[in-house]
């Protein structure tokens, strides 16, 4: 399998997505913006990372929030994980959001997320009338005890 990467014109100087590790899962994304940008505690912003992707059909990118940032920051994703289709061909944005009390700068070439690949697979559709119980059967949202 083969991941197929454009750079956007403006993000020539910064470095492609690369796994930090031999072990790693998710290869780190750049943030590609001109200027620093701040979020607030509580603010909502779209960064660019500066590049765009061609999947295989049968493939997703997952992006994900990088662990470090989320601990010591508050640093993450609105939709996380966020989905990039094997057809979107365009710009790859994060919607990062500050759950921290301070505010955070992201600067130029930060390493800010983590995208995974994954094979998907597409089922058939078929709707029933009654699906197989299981002892579980209805019960959620911490139905089998904390």
Known sequence: MKLYIKRIESARDLPLPNYMTKGAAGMDLFANVKDDVIIKPGEIKLIPTGIAISL???YEAQIRPRSGLALKHGISFVNTPGTIDSDYRGEINLI?????????TIHRGDRIAQMVINKIEIPQIVEVENLESTTRGEGGFGSTGI
């Open 96 to 104: 990062m959001i500050n759950f921290g009390k301070e505010n955070f």
């Open 56 to 58: 295989p059909e049968g």
